[in-house]
């Protein structure tokens, strides 16, 4: 059984086959567990929905970098009454910092990611954190909230930055990218993570792993990133699935 920890089943990419995925192809490809995180407020409506629906998805609540102009104290609230009524939502997320575009100022991000650090204090829940090109902000707002804990998902940082995290309890989220051929930093990065801490993703419609790289990413790909975690391991592919299981339950606090 595997469980895709970062998967985006409401995006707008799997309008034309969201049932036939999610009722057909997921179970069929071994997906026993899914976490679907929102990217803002609407997002995370439609994500909170979908794990309302299906017994094996669970949800996050939560606006992305490139929403965190919408964040304020109307949002946080919806945000608050959703987790009240919705106990399949397990996560604020994703929340972070994108440098990459700057579409969305650094001082409104960085705002919006610390509203919503402060959120999953009150709320005890773990995060979801979205840092792309902004890892030293990443570590230095992170640290100022010492009982929050969660996972840097699609990670992209340094072997040094991956144990730093894992070192403070934080859970490392790999995609796709295990299986490009420059996967090199991914693997390193994996590799200095205890193997109690990671966890993997599709980060569906995105990252697409080989030979599918470029196209619309499912979750029913997420097999390939156990298998290149199997081969850094040394251990089969089955024990690499159980193991990344077990982690991404922990990290939700989901017993089943
Ligand atoms: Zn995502």
């Given at each position: ?64 970098p490139d929403?965190a102009d919408?964040v ?25 910092l994108d440098y990459?575009y700057e579409d969305i100022p650094r001082d409104i991000q960085q705002r919006a990611f ?20 902004a890892?030293?902000d ?119």
């Amino acid at each position: 059984m595997l469980f895709d920890t970062h998967a985006h089943m409401d995006d707008h990419a799997f309008d034309p086959d969201r049932a036939f995925l999610l009722e057909t192809a997921l179970p069929q490809a071994g997906i026993g567990l899914l976490m679907n995180p929102g990217c803002s407020l609407a997002s995370s409506r439609a994500a909170s929905g979908l794990s309302q629906r299906y017994d094996y998805i669970y949800s996050a609540v939560g606006s992305h970098p490139d929403a965190a102009d919408e964040v304020n104290d109307e949002v946080l609230d919806a945000y608050r009454a959703m987790c009240r009524e919705n106990p399949k939502i397990r996560a604020v997320g994703e929340i972070g910092l994108d440098y990459h575009y700057e579409d969305i100022p650094r001082d409104i991000q960085q705002r919006a990611f610390r509203a919503q650090m402060e959120l999953a204090r009150e709320l005890n829940l773990p995060v979801i954190v979205h840092e792309r090109e902004a890892h030293q902000d990443g570590m230095r707002i992170v640290t100022e909230f010492s009982q929050v804990m969660g996972v840097f998902h699609c990670f992209s940082g340094s072997a040094e930055m991956a144990k730093w995290l894992a070192d403070r309890g934080w859970y490392v989220g790999f995609t796709g990218v295990l299986t490009f051929k420059n996967a090199r930093r991914a693997l390193e990065a994996a590799a200095a993570v205890p193997r109690d801490r990671v966890v993997i993703e599709t980060d569906c419609p995105y990252m697409s792993p080989e030979p599918f790289r470029g196209k619309r990413n499912d979750p029913t790909r997420l097999c390939r990133m156990a298998e290149a975690l199997a081969a850094l391991w040394g251990v089969t592919p089955e024990e690499a699935e159980f193991i990344t299981f077990e982690n991404g339950k922990r990290l939700y606090k989901i017993d089943n």
